[in-house]
């Protein structure tokens, strides 16, 4: 007899599977408050209003507009039908290019503040003193240092360059050439390693340990990166009611959010449900090889356990995903928001990437194009596991791709095809 597996059904042998959380409490609003408050939330929406005057100033993209860092779009495609679909564009988001953006750019904007403040100005009454020649005298002594797959790194380079301060990322072996060249233009120092993302940050992490005047951007255990994604949340808020729509028990909202090491889904899901409580799901979707955060949920360990101890490989063409081991913060204060994981197959991520283009024009990287995947493989089953009559409104987020370089896009385009042509010969 075959001994009961410790992970559901399907997980070990890399099957996309759809995990609702036993543990998901719909009702909880406020995240785990010794960590993170109510107050934390609310002072990164006020925060995000003084970066975007400032990022407006820097970056020739961005403009002050409403605070809004990228729309959500009404998607009429018979392929959702019946279904209401929304996509939240964050693979337009202005300079990154991706939702990391929202808490890489955050972080970088709040060491700025932290830095001037202990130097006795207040950034309330100076909001725009960052810009300052003297601030970036003082930013110039400092190095912020960040380990990531690639788009956090390409964030915070991008934001902490254009600030003054000096810059060293410290990319996995799954990180894009073109993002590592991007930002070595920029002046960033790029360290490559031969490891995993855990790997890169833990050698980011003590690089920063040996020098007082090195900041790290901890994307496994920040606080200040959660609470950037968090204000996303608002802007949503704002968005629905733009579009008349109301968000209640007979229309709840369904979220699809790609997850790497959970930072941002996270993030997002704390706003979320503190705005729309009981009426909002948040569903986190990550490939079938790098499950970290479903495999870390359902171990309900309290100390980390990693998709390799499930005895997968965390070999995914969505760089920004193959995430081997998830946040711990996230899982502690999150997981119980969290209504439940959605696999995907790197199949699956190549043909979204290419019908997205094909049905509305959306230039998505692989990991960008997750949101789309699942809800095409899992989004009925998801629909029921809430109760079957409860249509909702679904909102898929697309969270990178918009710079992919016409070489890197070429090629997705082309993985896209060869999985629909052999897809479609599987049918007849
Ligand atoms: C395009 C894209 N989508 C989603 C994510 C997931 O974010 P997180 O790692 O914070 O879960 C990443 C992470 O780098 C990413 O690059």
């Known amino acids: 007899m075959r001994a009961k597996s410790l992970w559901p059904e399907g997980v070990q042998e890399s099957q996309p599977i759809w995990w609702h959380n036993p543990k998901y ?33 820097i970056f020739s993209d961005i403009e002050s507009g409403d605070g809004a860092q990228s729309q959500l779009a009404q998607l009429d495609l018979p392929e959702f039908l019946p279904s209401k679909v929304l996509v939240k564009a964050d693979h337009t988001i202005k300079t ?6 929202r ?26 003193a960052p810009l300052s020649a003297a601030a970036r005298a003082l930013f110039e002594r400092y190095k912020i240092v960040v380990g990531s797959t690639g788009n956090l790194a390409f964030s915070v380079g991008m934001a902490g360059r254009k600030l003054g301060f000096r810059v060293e990322v410290h990319m996995s072996r799954d990180a894009q050439t073109w993002k590592k060249v991007r930002l070595r233009d920029a002046g960033v120092h790029v360290v ?16 920063a340990s040996t020098d007082a005047f090195s900041y790290f951007v901890d994307d ?18 704002r968005q629905l009611e733009h579009s008349g729509i109301a968000i ?39 490939p079938v090889a790098s499950p970290c955060m479903l495999v870390q949920l359902a171990s309900g360990s309290a100390v980390p356990v990693n998709v390799y101890a499930c005895g997968l490989s965390n070999e995914t063409i969505a760089d920004g995903l193959a995430v081997a081991q998830a946040s711990m913060l996230v899982a502690e204060v999150v997981g119980e928001q969290i209504a439940g994981v959605a696999t995907v197959q790197d199949d699956d991520l190549s043909e979204w990437v290419e ?50 370089p016409e070489l890197e896009w070429a090629y ?3 993985q896209g095809q060869r999985v629909l042509s052999n897809r479609a010969n599987l049918i007849v």
């Open 248 to 286: 209640n028990q007979d229309n709840p909202l369904f979220v699809y959010l790609p997850c790497g090491v959970g930072g941002a889904p996270g993030g997002i899901t704390l706003g979320l449900k503190n705005i729309f409580g009981p009426n909002v799901h948040c569903i986190f979707v990550e």
């Open 25 to 57: 409490k719909p009702n909880k609003r406020a995240a785990n408050e010794g960590r993170v408050g109510v107050d934390d939330l609310k002072r990164a929406v006020e925060s995000w209003s003084r970066f975007q005057m400032i990022l407006s100033k």
């Open 103 to 128: 808490g890489g750019v955050y972080e970088v904007l709040s060491f700025a503040e932290y830095v001037l403040k202990s130097h006795g100005i207040d950034p309330r009454a100076h909001p725009m």
């Open 192 to 207: 490559e390693h031969e490891g995993d993302y855990s790997h890169a940050v833990d050698a980011a992490r003590k690089v």
């Open 96 to 101: 990154t290019g991706s939702i990391k953006g």
């Open 412 to 414: 997705a385009r082309e």
């Open 220 to 237: 496994e255990n920040s606080v200040t990166l959660l609470i950037g994604y968090s204000a996303a949340a608002r802007e949503i808020m």
């Open 355 to 404: 019908r997205m283009w094909t049905l509305a024009g959306m230039r998505l990287e692989p990991s960008g194009a997750a949101g789309f995947a699942a809800f095409a493989r899992h989004g009925r089953a998801i629909q029921q596991s809430f109760g079957s009559n409860q249509a909702g409104t679904t909102i898929i987020w697309t969270t990178g791709g918009s710079f992919l």
